[in-house]
Each structure stands twice: as C-alpha cells, then as structure tokens.
C-alpha cells in the first residue's frame, strides 16, 4: 500500500508548521500509523545527528521523536546553516555539500530537487502517512522559481496543502487570503484548507473571520488551535526563540549566563537547565552586562566562530566575562564556544588550547563520563581539531577510551564539543551541585514525552484529525 501524504505551510516564519506536524505525528503515531516527518529544505543552525551519520535540522529530530521512530537524513535532505547574512553552509541529505550565497542556491535548486524527492520517495517506502513540512511563506512568489520548499514542492509530488496563519502576531485574515491573491491560480488549487493557529481567549469571537477566510479563498476551515504553553517546553529550530520574555523563577538558586551571538547554533542546550526550578537562565544581548552574581557563563556553539568571537568582544562581552572569572566564576563553552577559549585567532585565552580549522566535520552520537565521574550520551558536531596543555586535564572520557576537552588548572574554566550534554538528568544534578543548588527535579525525558502527548490532545481536541486523513492522499 502507498503511503499517503499532506503538507503543512505558513502565510509566514514562525506560524507554528514545526509544531503542529510534530504533535500530528505524536497524534498519529498513537492511533499506531507509522509516520515519517518530511521537510524538504530548512534553513537552520540547530541541528541534529541522525543514526545514519549525517545532520537535519532540529525540528525534524523533534519530530521524529514524536513519530516514535529514529531521526533519518531523509527526512530534511537540504539543510541551510546560515554562516552570514547571506551566505550559508549547504548540507545535502546529511553531508556538507559546501557553501553558497543566496544568488548561487537559487541556481542550485534544480539539481537539489533530485536529493529531494529522492528522500521523499525513501520515506513514502517506510511509511503509512508521510507528514511535510514547508518553509517560510508559502507567498513569496520571487522564490517561486524552482522552489523545493513549498509550493514547488507540492506540485512536484502532487500534495494536498494545508496552510497555516498565525492570529497571535496579527493580520491573520489579511495574510490568508492574501496568499490566495498573490500566488499562482494552480499553487492555490493545491491548498484544500486552512488552520488558524496560537488563539488566544473566545474562538466563538473568531467564527465571523473564519467564515470570512473560507468564503474569500474558497478553502476549508479546518481548526482554530489555541496557544499552547507547553511549546517552550520543546526544542526549538529557530532563534527567534532566544528573544523571549526570561521565566520568573522564585526558586532559583543558580545564575547562568548566556552570550546570544549572531551565529548561535544547537541552542537546545540551554532547554534542559531552563526547565529546572533552581536555574536562573539570562540571555545576554547585545547592549546587555552578564551579571555581577552569574554562577556559570556558557559560551554556546557557533556556525560561524570567528565571526562570534568578533562580535563577542565588540559587545564588551569578554571584559565581562574576565572580570566574571576574577571573582571566581565558572566558565562552560560548548563546540564554538569551547573554540573561543583559546589562545588562537585572538580568542579570549581562558583555555591554554589551539584549534585547527579542518575539512572533515565530525558527526557522532557520543557517550561516556565527564572528570566527575558522571555518565553523559550526546553527540559531536564540529569541523576543527583543538589540542593543547590544558587538554591534560579531559572534560570527559568517551566509551571508546578516548579524552575529550579541556579544564583548566582551578578547574572553573571548561571546554567541550559535546552537546546535550544536559539532558541526561545524573549530568544536570552534578552541574546544579556544584554551585549548591540541590540535585535536578525535572526528569527530561519524560517531561518532553509528557509535552509531546499533551501537544497530540490539544491538536486532537482543536483540529479534525479525521479530516485531514482523508485530505490526504
């Protein structure tokens, strides 16, 4: 039996398509479907290694999570990982195919639509519903072009689309029916209805502008889902994340730190300790001073860690945090931030390390303990080679034998290229104890199997899932 299929797009960025096919797939996989999350082309610097050696962006291994199933290349064979504002690292079905600015990508396009239907037709192979997700606007008509990402991509594999707008930022009823009007008359016979997402109070209020839309477009109104809280909960892909109001933690007993710096990349690092109680979590931009009282500073990765660590210092931040390690502070840098603690490419020299920028870019699930003995499963994802005195002393001792990262001789400044290395919740105790803050109260796992399972109800309690099924096709 072939596997059936739809499409979620967005009148916009940031409408909610990750969220709301990641608790599909979690609604769908409970009802026993086997689904398969697709997005065939995602610009993002948080990403993920997947089990078959490669990387896709974030969102889809969230996804592929909720399906119940492991996190493939296929299911985001392009990957753009922005390394300025208009260039970007180009990953091909989970390798790095180089590097393009936009003018180049949009002459790349036809020969990348080989790789994604390509990898859409591996996972209609597996699957009994395959969920797609596009990217950005669905009406950015100067794009259309050989698009792989939304509507290109829908009529290439002949997909019924359902297209998201987004009522909490305003002008909902504007962007739907405005994409009706700007896009071409055979894209918007794909679209066979529409959701209206992140409500807020009475959707009784609302029924006057859904009636509205359904008659101006001619599509099915097919939900309007309330704001769900527990999205903070849940990794996220893009950074706009990072902007968000800072939670009101009465019971905090840890100050952490954090330089956003414009390439910032897998910032999901950060969500196991923002979900503990007794951590204080302060994003610093820019404009911003890191606090006199910061327990722990954490440098995070960086797509592009030469272009950070010049930002990092123009923003005053390396003053801050010298004086931070003066008064006895402690240091973390993960990846790109373990790389500016060096003492090369005029790097802050908190860490007595070298890096070799290399060619070859380590992907790898990793395990094994930190120097304190306690156990730690994450992954590698780095291009660069780091050696130096202060690698005597190992962050950590992987399965395989193997030393990995740097401490320095009072043991407060650390280096390391592992992520997640948080989620594993005997980690995450050991780092709360270090600073007196107690052991962890939050079991990761589980709370983002909770949110995930709450995500499929509220979906299932807003949007006629029956319908869509048989959308799809």
């Not at 997909?159 to 071409?184: E, F, M, N, Q, Y």
């Not at 820019?286 to 210092?313: F, H, M, Q, Y």
């Not at 923003?315 to 931070?324: K, P």
Request: with cysteine; aromatic share 6%; net charge negative.
């Amino acid at each position: 039996m072939t596997a059936r299929a739809i499409m979620f797009q967005g009148t916009a960025s940031d409408v909610g398509k990750s969220l709301i096919v990641t608790g599909m797939a979690r609604a769908l996989a409970n009802r026993g479907f086997k689904v398969r999350p697709f997005k065939p082309q995602n610009m993002s610097n948080n990403a993920a290694v997947t089990v078959d050696g490669g990387e896709i962006g974030r969102a889809q291994a969230l996804q592929a999570r909720a399906a119940r199933t492991a996190p493939s290349v296929h299911m985001n064979p392009v990957l753009l990982k922005p390394q300025s504002d208009v260039g970007a690292q180009l990953v091909v079905q989970g390798c790095v195919h180089g590097t393009a600015n936009a003018a180049a990508y949009q002459r790349m396009k036809p020969d990348l639509a080989h790789f994604v239907l390509d990898s859409y037709a591996r996972l209609k192979g597996e699957a009994d519903i395959v969920l797609v997700e596009g990217a950005g606007s669905a009406s950015e008509v100067n794009l259309r072009e050989h698009d792989i990402a939304n509507m290109g991509f829908a009529r290439a594999a002949d997909l019924p689309v359902v297209l998201i707008g987004d009522i909490d930022r305003g002008g909902v009823i504007a962007s739907l029916v405005g994409t009706k009007t700007v896009i071409d008359p055979s894209d918007a016979a794909q679209i066979r209805g529409f959701l209206v997402n992140k409500f807020r109070g009475d959707p009784q209020l609302f029924s006057d502008g859904i009636a509205t839309i359904a008659r101006l477009t001619g599509w099915e109104a097919l939900g309007v889902i309330p704001f769900f809280p527990g999205a903070r909960l849940l990794p996220a892909e893009d950074a706009l994340a990072l902007t968000g109001t800072r939670i009101t933690k009465p019971k905090a007993r840890i100050r952490i730190a954090v330089p956003i710096l414009p390439h910032v990349a897998n910032f999901d690092d950060l969500d196991p300790l923002e979900a503990e109680p007794a951590v204080d979590l302060i994003r610093l931009h820019p404009g911003d001073a890191l606090p006199g009282d910061a327990d722990l500073v954490i440098l995070l990765g960086a797509k592009a860690t030469i272009a950070d660590l010049s930002a990092l210092r123009d923003r005053g931040f390396q003053i801050d945090i010298a004086a931070h390690v003066r008064r006895g502070g402690s240091v973390l840098g993960l990846c790109g931030g373990y790389q500016m603690l060096g003492r090369t490419i005029r790097d802050l020299g908190l860490l007595d390390v070298e890096t070799v920028l290399t060619a070859e870019k380590r992907l790898e699930p990793v395990c094994g303990i930190t120097s304190d003995g306690m156990p730690f499963s994450g992954y590698e994802m780095h291009m660069g080679l780091t050696e130096g005195p202060d690698c005597a002393r190992a962050f950590a001792r992987l399965s395989d034998g193997s030393s990995e990262g740097a401490v320095s001789p009072d043991g407060r400044v650390m280096g390391t290229y592992i992520h997640g290395l948080f989620t594993e919740d005997g980690q995450r105790s050991a780092w709360l104890e270090r600073f007196a803050a107690g052991q962890a109260a939050v079991s990761y796992d589980a709370l983002l199997e909770e949110t995930l399972d709450e995500l499929a109800k509220h979906l299932a309690a807003h949007v006629d899932i029956d319908r869509l099924l048989s959308l799809s096709r």
